[in-house]
């Protein structure tokens, strides 16, 4: 008999998670994290099981998911999002990783609903793999160095009066409806989820709304991380707008003494080509600053794969990211 007994847990239980957070990533969160990400999810709530030791009654693992909504074939779907797996440092090498996943893959197979995307880590995309998982592509930094953001950025190109920092939900619906229809898989963006994403107050984030004369065409989302702007989100409907929204990007750089821009994209996907094309650089090498990459991945049963023919083309950016 196993050790441990696994447990489908509510936000009522959010408090046990708190310990595992800090000892598997460092990161000290409180349960008003776990609501925001969980909970208020305009997608949906998410699906979590805990390991519990039978003697000590400690938490020695969680897995879970959240919802997400994706266009796939030109409609727009429910699938989930592998986050937050986490085994105690006192509990590894006891199986919970295994035995949880099974469980939650189970309960949503037993509901049609078995289709899960996920960004490995090191030590979790080995584990992923060997349940069946598939690597599809790879995510990786594009970056501007602080010396080419002070060229970037000259003054007197463009006046305040061109841009907006203040996101509602009129301005980003104003964006959205310049977005074309994309053949890809990709993510459905709305104005409640933008708002919702960047409630995540592990960072402080910053809208950048381009005027192309009386409506905003054009935004990006970005937030300061180890002194480097960290271009979280962005459209840009033309050239013009692209130009005038990565002027003012390098600006904050200059004006705040940052290291740089960076970006974080699907390798070789459209938006690191865009980026590329304003001279935004990457570490070709497998060492050195960001020379990093991040496996994307998913997992689905056979007959999803072969009815959405997976997994060819997908546009997946870091908004997508659960842990960005």
């Known amino acids: 008999m196993s050790e441990y007994r696994i447990k489908q847990i509510g936000a009522e239980d959010f408090s046990v998670l708190i310990p595992l957070m800090k000892d598997c990533f460092g990161m000290e969160v409180n349960i008003d994290y776990f609501h925001w990400k969980y909970i208020d999810n305009p997608a949906g709530s998410f699906l979590g099981f805990i390991a519990i030791h039978n003697t000590t009654e400690e938490v020695g693992a969680y897995y ?22 986490m085994t105690h440092s006192a509990h590894r090498r006891k199986g919970l990783f295994k035995m949880l996943a099974l469980a939650c893959y189970e309960h949503l197979r037993s509901t049609n609903q078995l289709f899960i995307i996920g960004y490995g880590g090191a030590d979790s995309t080995p584990g992923f793999l060997k349940f069946g998982w598939k690597h599809v592509f790879n995510f990786r930094y594009s970056f501007v160095p602080n010396l080419l953001c002070k ?22 619906n104003t964006v959205l409806k310049n977005i074309p229809t994309l053949k890809t898989i990709h993510s459905a963006r709305t104005s409640e989820h933008i708002l919702w994403r960047t409630k995540n107050n592990n960072y402080t984030y910053e809208f950048v709304f381009y005027k192309n004369t009386e409506q905003c065409d054009s935004y990006a989302i970005y937030y300061i991380h180890n002194n480097n702007l960290i271009l979280f989100d962005f459209f840009f409907a033309t050239p013009k707008s692209k130009k005038a929204i990565l002027w003012q990007l390098s600006r904050q750089v200059s004006s705040k003494k940052l290291k740089g821009i960076i970006a974080y994209c699907q390798e070789n996907g459209s938006k690191e080509k865009e980026l590329r094309k304003s001279l935004f650089l990457y570490n070709p090498f497998k060492k050195g600053p960001l020379s990093e ?25 870091s908004y997508d990211h659960d842990a960005l």
């Open 64 to 85: 879970g998911v959240i919802p997400q909504k994706l266009f796939i074939e030109g409609i727009e779907r429910t699938i989930f999002q592998s986050c937050d797996t």
């Open 151 to 172: 060229l970037k950025g000259w003054p007197g190109l463009y006046k305040p009066e061109h841009f907006s920092n203040t996101p509602s939900e009129i301005m980003l």
């Open 293 to 317: 990459r991040t496996p994307f991945i998913f997992y689905s049963d056979e007959e999803t794969i072969q009815k959405y023919n997976l997994p060819a083309q997908w546009s997946m950016t």
